[in-house]
């Protein structure tokens, strides 16, 4: 008897969890996985101002808003850029269902993969009244970055190169 007593309101209890999440899939609409790398890895990502995870990382987003992501690395200048909702190729259909569309399936969020390369705190803002001075000393730290185990060989040449194009584009 108490079982039989149950069963409606364990079935509303269904029914409500089902109608919630038909509310949050319409609001929001179908997700899309996306890829987020970054040079160097283990970036902290924050999507929309929430953390998700460290680079590379690939997570799941509704496509019907825009999401900014933001990349933090110690010892790189944070890195913010945007997966953009942008129409696909079904939305060239000349008949479209009023659910599709609410739900996102006519567009894409682009790019599906984000590359990002952060540039180093060493690189300087301006060049300075001696910009050979000043690059010689941005090199010295990478170098002593490099020495003290704090960078790899390859982010040492990453931002030896940084340091380089900068003072070449503003000297």
């Known amino acids: ?11 509303l209890a269904v ?3 089902v109608l919630l ?3 949050a899939l319409l609001e929001e609409g179908v997700s899309q996985e996306v890829v987020i790398l970054s040079f160097p890895n283990e970036a902290s990502v924050y999507i929309n101002g929430a953390a998700h995870g460290i680079t590379p990382v690939t997570v ?14 110690q010892g790189y200048n944070s890195s913010v850029q945007y997966f953009v909702p942008v129409p696909n190729e079904k939305s060239e259909n000349f008949v479209r269902f009023g659910l599709s569309e609410d739900l996102g ?14 540039q180093s ?4 803002y301006s060049i300075g009244a001696d910009p050979f001075g000043r690059m ?4 010295l ?15 040492h040449k990453f931002i030896i190169e940084q340091i380089i194009e900068f003072f070449e584009k503003n000297s």
Do not use: F, W
């Open 121 to 124: 705190g060493l690189v300087p």
């Open 60 to 73: 799941s987003l509704a496509r019907k808003g825009t999401h900014e992501i933001r990349l933090e690395k």
């Open 136 to 139: 010689a000393q941005q090199a």
């Open 21 to 23: 999440n038909g509310c």
């Open 141 to 155: 730290e990478a170098d002593r970055k490099l020495e003290a185990g704090e960078i790899t060989p390859l982010e």
């Open 105 to 118: 399936y006519y567009v894409d969020l682009e790019p599906s993969t984000m590359k990002t390369e952060l």
């Open 15 to 17: 029914l409500i969890a």
């Open 1 to 11: 008897m108490k079982l039989r007593s149950l069963m409606p309101s364990a079935l």
